[in-house]
């Protein structure tokens, strides 16, 4: 229940959604003097909510994550939602959050984590995806041995991300001081970490700053419409993160 509802409540909150929703009220609301207030109203949103400026100022208060990272981890946790729900072993299709991956490779790379967990099946109600499983094979093709690949693939949610990746590494090596350093994409670290916190699992986030700034004028001048999308996004770890302090998740 706890998971559909989810998903009602990243649709409700998608700026889109609320933009379309005004400019059709503007459209068809039975009185003539309330349309131009609509229409206004869902104009300013629309020019807010596709400012890349504005967006980029808000998601830099919500990644601003302060941490002291080792220069050596056990293991690097690496968090699902990188591929479409239409991939399979032989086709993988790559989400944005494919950084991810990237990521996970350059650290095992350069020796930083011993080894890989992978958690996650999908973050589909209908779908049977087993995103770990598909990924695993795909960092085996591409050198990395069997021995050093663990996966979960139950996990549907960040929660059981932390719950059962900790029951996984705690039963299977039992030890209770296995380091651990999270991989996530930057919008996802805070409710993370703040899951893996409460496992038995010494958790770190991976934190990946730029070292350069880039400011075009265009963000200032031009709407974006991608940015709507990464709104949507935003706002969903925001009130995912309200819910599982209130759920007694973090």
């Known amino acids: 229940m706890f998971f559909f509802l989810s998903k009602v409540i990243s649709f409700i ?14 459209v068809f609301h039975r009185k003539i003097y309330k349309r131009k207030k609509y229409f206004k109203t869902g104009l300013l949103l629309l020019i807010l909510f596709s400012n890349s400026l504005v967006y980029n100022f808000v998601n830099d208060l919500w990644c601003n994550l302060h941490y002291k ?5 056990d293991f690097g946790i690496l968090l699902g939602g990188m591929i479409s729900l239409t991939s399979t072993e032989n086709n993988i299709n790559f989400s944005s959050n494919n950084d991810r991956i990237l990521n996970t490779l350059d650290l095992f790379s350069k020796k930083k984590i ?11 109600l209908t779908s049977k995806l087993k995103e770990s499983e598909i990924l ?4 085996i093709k591409l050198g990395i041995p069997d021995s050093c690949i663990f996966t979960e693939n139950k996990s549907k949610n960040t929660y059981e991300n932390a719950h059962f990746s900790d029951k996984l590494l705690t039963d299977s090596l039992h030890r209770n001081d296995i380091s651990c350093l999270l991989i996530t994409s930057d919008y996802h670290m805070r409710r993370s970490i703040a899951c893996f916190n409460k496992t ?4 770190h986030p991976f934190i990946k700053k ?14 974006q419409s991608n940015v709507l999308f990464r709104w949507k996004i935003l706002f969903h770890e925001m009130v995912g993160h309200l819910t599982y302090i209130a759920m007694g998740y973090i």
Do not use: Q, V
């Open 13 to 26: 909150i998608d700026p889109f959604f609320w933009i379309i929703f005004l400019f059709l009220t503007a």
């Open 69 to 73: 990272s080792k220069n050596h981890y």
């Open 114 to 124: 011993d080894k890989i967990l992978i958690t996650g099946a999908s973050g589909s």
């Open 200 to 203: 038995n699992l010494k958790c």
């Open 210 to 223: 730029n070292e350069i700034k880039h400011f075009d004028l265009e963000w200032i001048m031009l709407p």
């Open 136 to 139: 695993k094979k795909y960092f």
